[in-house]
C-alpha cells in the first residue's frame, strides 16, 4: 500500500511535503469510526508507510481529482486539506490518498506499456476489466507474479489508473 498525495503546483518544495503531511492528518481525522478504509488506513500506516507526493497542477486540477474521489465507488481512504480562508484564500493544498498494490503497480505498467486492460463480462459485473498481457513481451518473473495476483478492476479503478498516469512526481 502507499498513500498517494496530490498537491497544487503553486507550492514550493517544502510547501509540498508540509501539505501532504496536512492532508494525511485529515485522512485520520476522518476515518475514526471503524470501516474497511479505516482497516486500510490503519494498515498502511502499520506496515507500508510509503508516500508518493504528485504534482496536481492548477487548483482546478485539484479539484477535479477531489471530484473524482469523492465518489460512492471509490473503495479508498481519502481526504484533502484546504488553507483557512485568511491564509490562502481557502486554497485546496493537498488530497491524501491511500491505494493498494493492485492500483499503483498496474499504473506502472499501463504507463511503461507492459499491460493493457481488457472487458471481461459475466451477468453480475459487466464492466470489469482484467490486465491483458501481450504475447511480444517477456515479462519479469515478479511482473507475471503480479498480474496473475491482480484480480480485476472495476470501471472506477481502471479510471483512477488512468487518472494516476496523468500527474508527476512534485
Not at 503531511?21 to 485529515?26: N, P
Not at 507526493?53 to 481526504?79: C, Q, R, S
Request: hydrophobic content about 40%; glycine content about 2%.
Amino acid at each position: 500500500m502507499r498513500c498517494y498525495h496530490f498537491t497544487n503546483m503553486y507550492m514550493s518544495p517544502i510547501q509540498h511535503g508540509i501539505q501532504s503531511a496536512h492532508g494525511q492528518m485529515e485522512l485520520f481525522i476522518k476515518y475514526k469510526t471503524q470501516s474497511e478504509k479505516k482497516d486500510m488506513l490503519f494498515d498502511w500506516a502499520d506496515w507500508h508507510k510509503t508516500m508518493i507526493v504528485l504534482n496536481a497542477g492548477y487548483d482546478i486540477t485539484m479539484h477535479e481529482v477531489k471530484t473524482f474521489l469523492d465518489n460512492e465507488l471509490n473503495p479508498y481512504p481519502w481526504a484533502y486539506f484546504n488553507e483557512s480562508t485568511e491564509a490562502m484564500n481557502g486554497m485546496l493544498t493537498n488530497i491524501a490518498l491511500i491505494l493498494p498494490e493492485k492500483i499503483y503497480q498496474s499504473a506502472a505498467l499501463l504507463r511503461m506499456k507492459r499491460i493493457s486492460f481488457t472487458e471481461i463480462s459475466s451477468r453480475d459485473n459487466p464492466l470489469e476489466y482484467e490486465p491483458l498481457v501481450f504475447a511480444n513481451i517477456n515479462y519479469t518473473e515478479e511482473e507475471t507474479s503480479f498480474i496473475n495476483s491482480a484480480c480485476s478492476f472495476s470501471e472506477y479503478e481502471i479510471e483512477l489508473i488512468n487518472m494516476l498516469n496523468k500527474f508527476n512526481l512534485a
